[in-house]
Every structure is written in C-alpha cells, then in structure tokens.
C-alpha cells in the first residue's frame, strides 16, 4: 500500500476525564456498581474535551462526533437521553484562526427500543457530518448531558470523532500538508 491510496475511517479518541471548568458541573468519577468506574452523568452535567486533529485526515472530508456510554438501569420502550456537543475549531501553525467566542451545537438524542439493559455499551453517533479541519488543528468541546425521559444516570466513557482517511500521513507536517 502507497502513501495515498489507503482509504476509509479512522477514531479519533479523547477519553473523558475531569478538568475543573467555571461553570461547568461534573460528573463524578464512580463505581459503576462491578468495581469498575467511570464517569456517571446526571442531567446537565458536562465534561471539556479536546481533540487534535491527526495528519491522516482526507483533506474536506467528513467527520462525525460520537459517544460511548452505558445507561445505568434498563431502559424501557421510547425513553430518551441526549448529549449536546457544543464545539469550536482551530487551526494550528500560527495561521491566524481562533477559536473565537462562537461555538456550534450539536444534539445527539437516542430513543431507546426496550432491548437496552444497564451498563450495556452503547455509541450514539451524529447522523450530520462537519468538515474535517486540516491535520494539526484543535477542536475544543462541551459535551452535556441531558437524561430526556430516562431519569437514571448514564456512564460516560469517550466523545470520539469518526473521520474519513485516505493516507497513513501527510507528506509536510506543517501546511501545506499535502504537496
């Protein structure tokens, strides 16, 4: 395989963790009720994640937030949660992008069929794409809790980002990236 004809998809991974933030209430790092732990959201609960953007991006291509939780009780037929990723984007290299005070939301809402039972690994990916930023740049993020109608707690475990590749690397690792 050569430099530039691998393509598909690839996880860029940030894992949840604490990062005290004004205004910001946390969820609290807890036993999962198995020994285990992990973070347990209550409604309007929020965490910052940052995720840097990695040099094998398909330059414009897609990228899609998604996140990995676990309701902590069985859900029961139409019971809804939401997360809410609010979100601002960067370029790096001193190229005179900031990340401004405008952010863009996000709502991923999951209605549950009656077949979900506590603790089960769930991913609620967006169904909207963004355009993937350049190789190097940063996207800062919010994501928030909502329970909906399902009023237990949910475990919150990483906000990732899905993103379309079409090389292993970039060919300069300062822009211009690809030739």
């Given at each position: 395989?050569?430099?530039?004809?691998?393509?598909?998809?690839?996880?860029n991974v940030?894992?949840?963790t604490?990062?005290?933030?004004?205004?910001?209430?946390?969820?609290?790092?807890e036993?999962m009720?198995?020994?285990l732990?992990?973070?347990?959201?209550?409604d309007?609960?929020?965490l910052?994640?940052?995720?840097?953007?990695?040099?094998?991006?398909?330059?414009?291509?897609?990228t899609?937030?998604h996140?990995?939780?676990a309701p902590?009780?069985?859900?029961t037929?139409?019971?809804?949660?939401?997360?809410?990723?609010?979100?601002?984007?960067?370029?790096?290299?001193h190229q005179?992008?900031?990340?401004?005070s405008?952010?863009?939301?996000?709502?991923?809402?999951?209605?549950?069929?009656g077949?979900?039972?506590?603790?089960e690994h769930?991913?609620?990916?967006?169904t909207?794409?963004?355009?993937?930023?350049?190789?190097?740049s940063?996207?800062?993020?919010k994501?928030?809790?909502?329970h909906?109608?399902y009023?237990?707690k949910?475990?919150?475990?990483?906000?990732?980002?899905?993103?379309?590749?079409?090389?292993?690397?970039?060919?300069?690792?300062?822009?211009?990236?690809?030739?």
């Open positions: 395989m050569g430099l530039y004809n691998e393509t598909g998809w690839n996880d940030s894992a949840f604490t990062q005290s933030a004004a205004g910001i209430t946390e969820p609290a790092f036993n009720g198995n020994g732990y992990a973070h347990g959201f209550t309007g609960e929020a910052v994640i940052q995720h840097h953007i990695n040099h094998d991006v398909k330059p414009d291509g897609e899609y937030f996140v990995h939780w902590s009780t069985a859900m037929v139409g019971q809804t949660i939401s997360w809410t990723i609010d979100y601002t984007k960067a370029k790096g290299h005179g992008d900031s990340f401004g405008v952010t863009t939301s996000i709502v991923l809402t999951y209605t549950a069929d077949t979900e039972i506590a603790l769930m991913i609620l990916e967006s909207t794409p963004i355009v993937t930023p350049e190789p190097d940063i996207i800062v993020s994501i928030t809790y909502g909906g109608t009023v237990a949910c475990y919150g475990f990483t906000m990732d980002l899905h993103y379309e590749v079409d090389r292993n690397a970039t060919p300069n690792k300062v822009p211009n990236f690809y030739n």
